[in-house]
Nanobody
Framework: QVQLVESGGGLVQAGASLKLSCVAS????????MAWFRQTPEKEREFVAA????????YYADSVKGRFIISRDNAENMVYLLMNSLKPEDTAVYYC???????????????WGQGTQVGVSS
């Protein structure tokens, strides 16, 4: 099983950008599709973005489409989430996930990171 550690979260103003990083260890992530999810105390964990093994295909939640970009560097065992035009409703803990056991947008992933907090003020 792969271990995941996220970083890059913080508190920013609306309209700003942040880039989250996820570093993997234990196994090479080139074996897995990867994804980002987010969660607030009021909501269940929700899908944000996913990327195929090679990085050739990306999938986004409607709420972030056109603003967020997921990417990966298999040589460095890294996955990224560039978040542009941030809104207060993007405030959440963001989680990296590896190896889905179901649909890419479901929470049925084998490995999860511990999360990184993103706060967006209006």
């Amino acid at each position: 099983q792969v271990q995941l550690v996220e970083s890059g979260g913080g508190l920013v103003q609306a309209g700003a950008s942040l880039k989250l990083s996820c570093v993997a260890s234990g196994r090479t992530i080139s074996d897995y599709p990867m994804a980002w999810f987010r969660q607030t105390p009021e909501k269940e964990r929700e899908f944000v973005a996913a990327i195929s093994y090679s990085g050739n295909y990306q999938y986004y939640a409607d709420s972030v489409k056109g603003r967020f970009i997921i990417s990966r560097d298999n040589a460095e065992n890294m996955v990224y989430l560039l978040m542009n035009s941030l809104k207060p409703e993007d405030t959440a803990v963001y989680y990296c996930a590896a190896n889905p056991r179901g649909a890419y947008y479901s929470t049925l992933y084998d490995s999860w990171g511990q999360g990184t907090q993103v706060g967006v003020s209006s």
